[in-house]
T-cell receptor, first 112, second 114 residues
């Protein structure tokens, strides 16, 4: 499996932007970058995904480096509800069928 | 609400017993995934089905088995239960199996083996 590296934990103040980094230096050309998060006592929740171009949706933005070896999930204005574990996952393109393989993720704390 | 329904929400059983966890995917989703989450292991992928057929296997023990039925619901069977099988079990579904597809997770079944 292609590996991703994320910081174990990060902290943010409420109502400030948060940039969650992810390194994936072994990514191949057809691998998609997915982000999920898991709020306390809940199942994981889809956040965003992309291939090459930056992506925006109602929850977050995904900035992908030009060489695709890293990406950053951007929460534009953190709220207390965004406190969760954030997982950066590569979905491998070569096989055409790839389950989500979760790493340890980044635990985001949001301070009021 | 993700649209994925898991039952039961909680299950307490004794060592050596067998249990069945049930998952109803979102309407229209053909693929179902099972995950185990324990405190020390994180989220572990167990097995994936697509339209009734097994598509991928992860770290699933031989004591565990699963199937997806014609109506697309899935069941995860855990037998000869051990204390270490105590965990949260999540089911997820997606429309297809492709890498450009998002998955939707249920709220999980918390299994406690005593």
């Amino acid at each position: 499996d292609a590996k991703t590296t994320q910081p174990n934990s990060m902290e943010s103040n409420e109502e400030e932007p948060v940039h969650l980094p992810c390194n994936h230096s072994t990514i191949s050309g057809t691998d998609y970058i997915h982000w999920y998060r898991q709020l306390p006592s809940q199942g994981p929740e889809y956040v965003i995904h992309g291939l090459t171009s930056n992506v925006n949706n109602r929850m977050a933005s995904l900035a992908i480096a030009e060489d695709r070896k890293s990406s950053t999930l951007i929460l534009h204005r953190a709220t207390l509800r965004d406190a969760a574990v954030y997982y950066c996952i590569l979905r491998l393109g070569a096989s055409g069928n790839t389950p989500l393989v979760f790493g340890k993720g980044t635990r985001l704390s949001v301070i009021a | 609400d993700s649209g994925v329904t898991q039952t039961p929400k909680h299950l307490i059983t004794a060592t050596g017993q067998r249990v069945t966890l049930r998952c109803s995917p979102r309407s229209g989703d053909l693929s179902v995934y099972w995950y185990q989450q324990s405190l020390d292991q994180g989220l572990q992928f167990l097995i994936q089905y697509y339209n009734g057929e097994e598509r991928a296997k992860g770290n699933i023990l031989e004591r565990f088995s699963a199937q997806q039925f014609p109506d697309l619901h899935s069941e995860l069977n855990l037998s000869s239960l051990e204390l270490g099988d105590s965990a949260l079990y999540f089911c997820a579904s997606s429309v297809t199996t492709g890498m450009n597809t998002e998955a939707f997770f249920g709220q999980g079944t918390r299994l406690t083996v005593v």
